[in-house]
């Protein structure tokens, strides 16, 4: 079943209009400096066959060498990110949340935050924060004004494509025990509601962050992990689990982070790659049976820990760093 409550007064100012899109544009290739520190993984952008990569920041003065969590803007024109100072120990509970340009310019510190999404009109992101009174799903105002706070028990919010909706990963007791969900807040109409139902409703003890919208806003792929331990990649309708719930990956190694292409035909997501044993960037038809398929001109001496799309579609960002060495 759906359940449906009004939303709080803060959030009903979600509901104004959202900027028309525009189309998106492509960057020169840069050079690909080494990586100062083996901790490290920054940001690269690379074309979507994984070739022709080149480093995001080329700052050597910017501290946060620990990215994830990437996302273009719908206009192409703008990547967010959250980042923290790996190199000096730095774990990603003290992310902050910056937005650059594609050329790596205009580098903004939008202060403490991870997971961000833009809206469509680029104006607004959706983020979580760590911690205390902050923690929970927010919306972030790029002119400056007061962030929002859509939910604290929330985690992970996503805009959809469409800008109509967010949704977030949720936690709550099921007949005794601790399960997951993923709960859709409707912006215009100002209701919720969960979109696993029936025997999905207890199916997973963790649903991850970085789920991803299809590009039609009707559904999302996320990876979940059941009671017994076994991880999935799996997709359900926005709409809920019985208008379509699908396991596309059974007992899977994979990483949270996944991308819808926008063709709608090729998710992206980061997992071991068979033929080199390493963790690289895959993609899987999410309407096939057919497994993972590497992008093709990947470095095989590299880790690639997460990825997205841009929205026209032929580039991607992800952070990624050296192989270990066998010594």
Known sequence: MHYRFTAR???RLLAA???LLV?????EAQDQPVEPHPKAHPLYIADADGGNPRLLIRDAEFEFDGMGSPEWSADGKRIAFDAWRASAGEGSSVAHIFVADVDGTNVRDLGPGAMPTFSPGGHRL???????????????NLNGDEPVLLEPTGWSGRWS??????????????EGRGTANIEIF?????????????DEQSRYATVYWNFCWSPDSTAICFKGRLAAGQQEVAIVDAAGSSRGFRVRLPQV???EDLSWHPDGKRVLVSMTNPATKTRQLLTFDPAGEGEPVPLPK????????????????????YSSRPKPSAN
Not at 23 to 27: D, E, R, T, Y
Not at 166 to 172: C, D, G, K, M, P
Not at 186 to 198: A, D, K, P, Q, S
């Open 298 to 317: 990947l470095d095989p001496d590299r880790l690639y820990l997460n990825g997205a799309w841009s929205p026209d579609g032929k580039q991607i960002v």
């Open 161 to 174: 494509p469409d800008g109509r909706k967010i949704a977030w990963t949720v936690h709550r007791r099921v």
């Open 126 to 140: 959706v983020c979580s924060r760590y911690g205390g009174e902050e923690r929970g799903v927010w919306v972030l």
């Open 186 to 198: 409707e912006i215009i109409e100002g209701i919720r509601y969960t979109v696993f139902e029936g």
């Open 253 to 255: 190694e994979a990483a």
């Open 9 to 11: 007064p803060a959030v």
């Open 23 to 27: 189309s998106p544009i492509a960057i």
């Open 17 to 19: 209009a959202l900027a």
